[in-house]
């Protein structure tokens, strides 16, 4: 009688112990599940909105600082002319290399400052419920393993204003790629910014060769230096 008591006291602690893992498993899936489907995406979406501002921030700080240097157009360009006839546009590379590496410097610096403080989410967010997502205390979500390419370029654009004149127009064109680096994964944010950087009035025709380019890029591979 014993023995058959002990036998039965096994048998249901045995299904106790098998319906105990079977609930932590289900909890661990559904944790698992949580993670994946609704925290990650709001942490992947507030982090890639934070770096994009900071991005940008960086950018118009790096405009900023180069506007500061007092750039002519007549820095970047060298205009001749004969008889009032344009003969030849010639870039400055030396001014334009020496430029996009200071704007370059200027925002990985500014970068590397902003990327130090880390992105904050409220934890109401992880809800789900967008009426809560400002809703109890910050999480903090570091940034400290990105790291960022920026790409600087010029482009020049030509276009008509009036009888025998032209608009030359040279853009700053800035791409900040930046890399933020997660443990489940590497998230790649881009952030582009097109701005004026100066313009003038040429007068007479443009050399159709010059024409055909609307890169600055290009145009200093055609022109002889």
Not at 183 to 204: F, H, P
Request: with cysteine.
């Amino acid at each position: 009688m014993k023995k058959r008591k002990i036998r039965i006291y096994a048998v249901r602690l045995k299904r106790k112990l098998i319906w105990f893992l079977v609930i932590i498993t289900i909890l661990i899936i559904l944790a698992i599940l949580y993670l994946q489907f609704l925290v990650n995406p709001i942490i992947y979406r507030t982090t890639s909105s934070e770096v994009k501002t900071l991005a940008n921030r960086s950018m118009n700080i790096a405009v900023t600082t180069a506007m500061n240097q007092g750039i002519a157009y007549s820095d970047l360009i060298k205009i001749e002319t004969n008889d009032g006839k344009t003969t030849l546009l010639q870039a400055n590379s030396i001014r334009i290399n020496a430029l996009a590496k200071l704007i370059t410097r200027t925002i990985q610096e500014n970068l590397r400052d902003l990327l130090n403080d880390d992105v904050k989410i409220h934890l109401g967010a992880f809800s789900g419920i967008p009426i809560l997502s400002g809703v109890g205390p910050e999480i903090s979500i570091g940034l400290g393993n990105s790291y960022g390419d920026i790409s600087c370029r010029f482009s020049s654009e030509f276009t008509s204003s009036g009888i025998n004149q032209t608009q030359h127009k040279i853009y700053l064109n800035l791409t900040t790629r930046v890399n933020v680096v997660f443990a489940t994964r590497t998230m790649q944010i881009d952030a582009k910014s097109d701005v004026l950087l100066c313009e003038s009035i040429i007068i007479g025709e443009i050399p159709d060769t010059y024409l055909k380019s609307d890169s600055l890029d290009e145009m200093m591979n055609l022109i002889p230096l």
